[in-house]
């Protein structure tokens, strides 16, 4: 069983909608979490980190994770059709989840 | 802008061949991983660094073999290269043990045929 697993998609909305992507992790040592976005034949890259505890906002995008259930969220707010992405949830020891892909349809 | 440069973006090679993938960072970064990505998989560790000529072994270090010579520059070696071996690998580095994010390369595509 992989330590973060994450359902690969994929996940359409359209534009100006509500993004929500989970993840789940299973190992209760893991304290921060990683997102990073990942464009087509691209590496990923960076986009938040967030501690096990509460929210962290960073402009359009709100990270949330949930100690009890080992709950990791990632909101994205007003959609764009450049949001369109794998998105990947990470934890600090680097074990990645399998990635969701989004599409954001104008 | 601080990069992670993955010297090649395609490699076709032939079963049993010595593959050798190279990574360069130039941000000074102590730590540095290689990863390879798959459909449903995700990324999965191969190896990282934490120093020069230091290694460890992450996940799925079957098969290959890495170097790190030079602070800036870490290798991934596949001795003899296998068609379960194609996939995308991705290089990365960090900058301290607290690991809060890593810079990705953009990646190698390597098909073994």
């Known amino acids: 069983q992989k330590e973060v697993e994450q ?5 359409s909305v359209p534009e100006g909608a509500i993004v929500s992507l989970n993840c789940t992790y299973s190992n209760s040592a893991f ?3 990683m997102w990073y976005r990942q464009y087509s034949r691209k590496g990923p890259e960076l986009l938040m980190y967030t501690y096990s505890s509460g929210n962290k906002e960073d402009g359009r995008f709100t990270a949330q994770v949930d100690k009890s259930s080992k709950y990791i969220s990632l909101f ?3 959609s764009q059709p450049s949001d369109s992405a794998t998105y990947l ?4 020891q680097g074990q990645f989840g399998a990635g969701t892909q989004v599409v954001v349809t104008p | 802008d601080v ?4 010297s090649s973006r395609y490699l076709v090679k032939r079963t049993g061949e010595k593959v050798f993938l190279e990574c360069v960072q130039d941000m000074d970064h102590e730590n540095m991983f290689w990863y390879r990505q798959d459909p449903g998989l995700g990324l999965r560790l191969i190896y990282f660094s934490y120093d020069v000529k230091m290694k460890e072994k992450g996940d799925i270090p079957e098969g290959y073999s ?3 010579e030079k602070k800036e520059r870490f290798s991934l070696i596949l001795e003899s290269a296998s ?5 995308m690998y991705l290089c990365a580095s960090s900058q301290d043990r607290a690991n809060y994010g890593y810079t990705f390369g953009s990646g190698t595509r390597l098909t073994v045929v």
């Open chain 1, 7 to 11: 359902d690969p998609g994929p996940l």
């Open chain 1, 31 to 33: 304290q921060y979490f």
């Open chain 1, 76 to 78: 994205i707010r007003d």
């Open chain 1, 89 to 92: 949830c990470a934890s600090l």
């Open chain 2, 3 to 6: 990069k992670v440069t993955q």
């Open chain 2, 66 to 68: 890495v170097s790190r």
């Open chain 2, 83 to 87: 068609t379960n071996q194609t996939s």
